[in-house]
């Protein structure tokens, strides 16, 4: 009879545990953050276990070692605040194993580093240490330190512990892979706002004029670009066209082109004399050099247009070279200026060209010469050229609608790395 009635609470116990081991799984199975679900975890050991301590270390792939991440009980505090290695101590042998391990006497075991116990003056007498691995994948390791009342571990213990680990795991892994895709989901909204605001920096609409006919356009690619352009009648004889690239992407990208939007258009309000393409370009790299940081930096092209006259001034900061294409082919190159905006203060240097009816004016951003096929062959200047040749007798929406044909037809379905962007100037009078 005693020996049933033992039995029978060995059923009750194993059924009482199983049942906790349950409402264990279910509840670090729920979605929450990873601190809470880590301190739920030990917790729910420590309890499960009956012991005294529970610990759980991460595994730092980047640096090899296991970092105690919650670690409960009367010198927890003291224990976090230690780094295992691979292979050190029993943690960092199960570790680097990945075999768990259940020590009835720690001080015996040539595995039990005893240095953590004088470190936090407590006395490790026995404990069970578990690997946690997801698809082959080490996670960490958690261990419940000495059973209450001076009882030991069992292997009912053991078993039960080696399941909640495996549960632990997957739970982990799921946490750490939400909180990255929310995290994720944080930035591709941040990103969605810069490119809006982005797009919404460039002019809704170009001026209309009776002597030029204006074409321009900005394909974003999937990350934020650095590119801008604009045209703004300076008066009714003057207009400043321009476009810039700013180094790099994503929202520090777009921060510095609002950051030149801003500095174009508090510029010009405070305008009070003649406009001074030089005085402008050095004012806005110094305002770049002031608000950016010494790897941010940006080229532009820069022409003001005489409509009197028929001159263009240019000036080009760092940038690939503007093209004249005469209405007979003849290609000419706008390159004179100085370095990128935003890298040392200096004066900029301009040219002046007097142009013709039916030349046009092409300027552009990189994103159009280095675009990319699938077999990572650029686009490159010649054939740019060559098209521009081709389509100079056209007028500025037709060029544009005939460049962007031939450049999506090379890059053939090819990722867009970069921003495409260009202007076109026709003069038609």
């Given at each position: 009879m005693n020996k049933l009635n033992i039995n029978t609470q060995e059923v009750e116990d194993l059924i009482r545990e199983m049942n906790y081991l349950s409402s264990i799984t279910q509840?670090?199975?729920?979605?929450?953050?990873?601190?809470?679900?880590?301190?739920?975890?030990?917790?729910?050991?420590?309890?499960?276990?009956?012991?005294?301590?529970?610990?759980?270390?991460?595994?730092?792939?980047?640096?090899d070692v296991l970092e105690f991440e919650v670690a409960t009980g009367e010198k927890g505090s003291e224990v976090k605040k230690i780094i295992c290695r691979m292979g050190e101590g029993v943690a960092g042998w199960v570790a680097q194993k990945r075999e768990p391990l259940m020590i009835e006497d720690c001080y015996s075991d040539e595995r039990f580093n005893p240095e953590y116990d004088r470190q936090t003056n407590f006395k490790t007498r026995n404990m069970i240490c578990?690997?946690?691995?997801?698809?082959?994948?080490?996670?960490?390791?958690?261990?419940?330190?000495?059973?209450?009342n001076d009882a030991s571990f069992t292997e009912r213990d053991f078993i039960i512990f080696k399941i909640l680990a495996s549960q632990c795991a997957v739970a982990i892994e799921n946490s750490t892979l939400l909180q990255v895709q929310i995290q994720q989901e944080v930035i591709n909204r941040e990103l969605k706002t810069a490119r809006?605001?982005?797009?919404?920096?460039?002019?809704?609409?170009?001026?209309?004029?009776e002597d030029l006919d204006v074409s321009a356009v900005l394909i974003p690619a999937k990350e934020i670009g650095g590119d801008y352009y604009n045209v703004i009648k300076i008066s009714d004889n003057v207009t400043l066209f321009f476009v810039t690239d700013v180094s790099g992407k994503s929202i520090s990208a777009?921060?510095?082109?609002?950051?030149?939007?801003?500095?174009?258009?508090?510029?010009?309000?405070r305008l009070t004399g003649e406009f001074s393409l030089k005085d402008f370009i050095n004012c806005l790299n110094r305002i770049l050099?002031?608000?950016?940081?010494?790897?941010?930096?940006?080229?532009?092209?820069?022409?003001?247009y005489n409509h009197s006259d028929k001159s263009l001034e240019s000036i080009n900061a760092?940038?690939?070279?503007?093209y004249i294409i005469s209405e007979s082919g003849?290609?000419?190159?706008?390159?004179?200026?100085?370095?990128?905006?935003?890298?040392?203060?200096?004066?900029?240097?301009?040219?002046?060209?007097?142009?013709?009816?039916?030349?046009?004016?092409?300027?552009?951003?990189?994103?159009?010469?280095?675009?990319?096929?699938?077999?990572k062959n650029l686009y490159?200047?010649?054939?740019?050229?060559?098209?521009?040749?081709?389509?100079?007798?056209?007028?500025?929406?037709e060029i544009k609608e005939k460049l962007l044909s031939d450049l999506f037809k090379f890059v053939n379905g090819a990722e867009q790395s970069d921003d495409i962007t260009f202007g076109v100037i026709k003069i038609l009078k």
């Amino acid at each position: 009879m005693n020996k049933l009635n033992i039995n029978t609470q060995e059923v009750e116990d194993l059924i009482r545990e199983m049942n906790y081991l349950s409402s264990i799984t279910q509840s670090i199975s729920e979605i929450k953050p990873l601190e809470i679900l880590l301190c739920e975890i030990m917790e729910s050991c420590k309890t499960l276990m009956n012991a005294e301590a529970s610990s759980l270390l991460r595994y730092n792939e980047k640096d090899d070692v296991l970092e105690f991440e919650v670690a409960t009980g009367e010198k927890g505090s003291e224990v976090k605040k230690i780094i295992c290695r691979m292979g050190e101590g029993v943690a960092g042998w199960v570790a680097q194993k990945r075999e768990p391990l259940m020590i009835e006497d720690c001080y015996s075991d040539e595995r039990f580093n005893p240095e953590y116990d004088r470190q936090t003056n407590f006395k490790t007498r026995n404990m069970i240490c578990v690997p946690m691995i997801h698809k082959e994948k080490l996670v960490g390791v958690i261990q419940v330190i000495n059973k209450k009342n001076d009882a030991s571990f069992t292997e009912r213990d053991f078993i039960i512990f080696k399941i909640l680990a495996s549960q632990c795991a997957v739970a982990i892994e799921n946490s750490t892979l939400l909180q990255v895709q929310i995290q994720q989901e944080v930035i591709n909204r941040e990103l969605k706002t810069a490119r809006e605001i982005q797009q919404n920096l460039l002019p809704s609409e170009l001026p209309a004029f009776e002597d030029l006919d204006v074409s321009a356009v900005l394909i974003p690619a999937k990350e934020i670009g650095g590119d801008y352009y604009n045209v703004i009648k300076i008066s009714d004889n003057v207009t400043l066209f321009f476009v810039t690239d700013v180094s790099g992407k994503s929202i520090s990208a777009a921060l510095i082109v609002s950051t030149i939007y801003a500095a174009v258009i508090t510029y010009l309000d405070r305008l009070t004399g003649e406009f001074s393409l030089k005085d402008f370009i050095n004012c806005l790299n110094r305002i770049l050099i002031l608000s950016t940081t010494s790897e941010k930096f940006a080229t532009g092209w820069f022409g003001l247009y005489n409509h009197s006259d028929k001159s263009l001034e240019s000036i080009n900061a760092g940038h690939n070279a503007t093209y004249i294409i005469s209405e007979s082919g003849e290609v000419t190159e706008l390159i004179e200026g100085g370095l990128f905006l935003g890298l040392v203060d200096m004066e900029y240097k301009s040219e002046k060209v007097t142009l013709k009816k039916n030349d046009v004016v092409f300027y552009f951003t990189d994103g159009i010469n280095e675009a990319m096929d699938v077999e990572k062959n650029l686009y490159g200047d010649d054939r740019l050229k060559d098209i521009l040749k081709k389509t100079v007798i056209h007028n500025t929406a037709e060029i544009k609608e005939k460049l962007l044909s031939d450049l999506f037809k090379f890059v053939n379905g090819a990722e867009q790395s970069d921003d495409i962007t260009f202007g076109v100037i026709k003069i038609l009078k």
